[in-house]
């Protein structure tokens, strides 16, 4: 969380793991796998259409759960690019310190440290999302990898410098340690952040800033109207299993991964 241009550092994985978040997102969700090969060896726990808040609307599920929209209850098209990207190119983010931005069920952040990411951080504005992120890395990750390389950031990050993302997480939950980091050390996933207009303008600018410092950017999306075109650089795209397609409304049938152009490259665009 941001407060005051400053990173407060009191957010800790424990915060989240308390029983009313816990039990909250167990009971109206299920623990399930994802319909295509690549990603089955995962089991997240998911809003499946099983769960009554699969079809519920905004006002049946505000009295059937105790928290707001559970974006961490799916897998999104982006993510789930940007998981399948990873598994075919381990090496992107071998050894890095990887944010995953906006990381609903924190699968990209999981999968970031199965293909061999030194550490990864699953950042949301929900806490909510938080829990579930922590409760999906307890299903998948060794205990030794979830205690000491997995984290959980809640809070707005947009114009945050990653040092003080490190701080707050690495540093914060392991004070022995005298690691810093430098920009190249950072590969920062950002998964479906592209649906409202000034929310995508704001990070993408946000992203941008971190791609000219040195930050390896990748943005997962299956093509929602306010992704900018113009400032990206297709690399990858995979078919949506069903159950990721039907939830996307008919979009896009396809999930597509993006680098960020540099700036010299957008001026000879001009």
């Not at 796998?33 to 049946?60: G, K, N, V, W």
């Not at 939950?173 to 592209?194: E, F, R, Y």
């Not at 795209?237 to 409304?249: K, M, Q, R, T, V």
């Amino acid at each position: 969380m941001v407060k005051d241009g400053k990173t407060d550092q009191r957010r800790f994985s424990t915060n989240f793991l308390t029983s009313p978040y816990v039990d909250g997102i167990t009971r109206h969700s299920e623990a399930t796998h994802i319909d295509c090969r690549h990603l089955d060896f995962l089991r997240l726990q998911l809003i499946t259409p099983a769960s009554p808040l699969y079809t519920a609307s905004a006002e049946e599920a505000a009295l059937m759960a105790p928290f707001p929209d559970p974006f961490w209850g799916f897998c999104w098209p982006g993510s789930y690019a940007l998981c399948r990207f990873l598994l075919e190119n381990p090496e992107v983010v071998r050894g890095k310190l990887v944010l995953d931005f906006a990381a609903g069920c924190g699968i990209a952040s999981i999968v970031a440290l199965h293909v061999g990411a030194s550490a990864s951080i699953a950042n949301d504005i929900d806490s909510w999302a938080c829990t579930a992120s922590l409760i999906n890395a307890a299903a998948n990750l060794p205990a030794s990898t979830l205690a000491t390389s997995f984290h959980v950031y809640d809070g707005n990050l947009v114009g945050t410098p990653l040092s003080s993302v490190h701080d707050a997480t690495m540093s914060a939950a392991h004070p022995q340690s005298t690691s810093s980091s430098s920009p190249s050390d950072w590969v920062v996933l950002a998964g479906d952040v592209c649906y409202e207009e000034p929310l995508a303008t704001d990070v993408i600018a946000w992203l941008h800033a971190l791609a000219a410092q040195g930050v390896h950017v990748l943005l997962g999306d299956p093509g929602r109207q306010f992704l900018p075109h113009a400032r990206l650089h297709p690399v990858a795209s995979y078919e949506l299993p069903p159950s990721i397609a039907d939830g996307n409304f008919g979009l896009s049938p396809t999930g597509a991964v993006w680098t960020l152009l540099p700036t010299s490259h957008l001026h000879k665009q001009k």
